[in-house]
């Protein structure tokens, strides 16, 4: 018998892993009304605040009016306007690569880019913990997909050993989007280098946050050179929407040419681009290094205490921090109490992390004080010991 919605549904619910939207109202900032209660943000991608920030609300505005609403077509056909251009010239110096494309999203870009670059006949190679949409367009590009263990470049040295062939693609996220940590670059070039494979990075959660002015783990790592394509998306850090790859003029020609998600889909709109160029701008200043100050004292004193709390937290450095629970039943009433205590930490379980890894996932914000910080860790340990965590 033909299985109905209604017991699919019935049977995700039996899992417990039943998802459901929460109404935030007003601004995404680092407090918001979440159905009706006035909460703190710990769950935001919004890292630097920018979301809210004048300067991007301003460029949007103007932008509306100069250029109207909408960019009405894709790039290739007449979509391609002047805030494009600008905006791809921005990345590429802020990138300090050749040339720059802009995606409608990350995920749009991930499932544009890989199939561009590998296909049948040849392999990617690709860290397990890497972001949805990287696997989303490895499976779409019909290439043969090697999964290594969490940032073991051991094992990914002996499985392109075994398994290279064809063209090879080595991907990994740059900064981890659950476990927070950073990807060994330096080891992943050298075995590119030794392979002849394609490297590329996804530095979502990096860019604006990470390295000199804000350019990301790519630079941090200094192996600038050696990245085939950077790809980096504008919705995060940088309080925009959108995302782009930074490459070489070769290659940007070949993603023109190959992108179904670019080619076959209308451009972002002018407030959204010029959002996104105010942006760049914006994290490359002084603002933005003092913005960045403030992410990373919130990181180490959140981190610093929730340890000494007695909460397991893998080891890592950066803004996100997971806490991890292990029973997706437990981490999600977890998350229930601590909206009840006026916090809003999402849950995370599968398939989004592997069974058994369930936790909490905080993200700082460099707006957040001080005094919300030391609140949370009081209020988060409170509900640790209530469920027998700590
Ligand atoms: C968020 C994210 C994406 C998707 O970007 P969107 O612009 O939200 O579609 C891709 N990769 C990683 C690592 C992400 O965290």
Redesign the pocket.
Known sequence: MQRTIQSELEEITRQGLLRRTRLVSGRQTERVTCNGRDVLLLCS?NYLGLADHPALAAASIAAIQQYGTSSGASRLVSGTMELHEQLENAVSDFKKCEAALVFN??????TGIIPALVGRGDVVFSDRL?????VDGILLSGARLVRYRHNDYRQLGMLMEKHAKGRCLIVS?????MDGDIAPLAELVILKRKHGALLMV????GSGVLGSQGRGSVEMLGVGSDVDVQ?G????ALGS???YAAVSAEMRSLLINRARSFIFSTSLPPSVLAASLAAVELVQSPEGDLLREQLSANTRFFRDSLAEAGFAIPDGSTQIVPVVIGSADTTMKFSEELLAEGLFAQGIRPPTVPVGTSRLRFTLMATHTHADLAGAVERITLVGRRLGVV
Do not use: E, L, Q, R
């Open positions: 991608n999203s990350g995920h749009a870009a991930n890497n972001h949805a949409s990287i996220d740059g900064v981890f989007s996804d530095d979502a959660h790809m998306t504008f919705g995060k929407f959108g995302a």
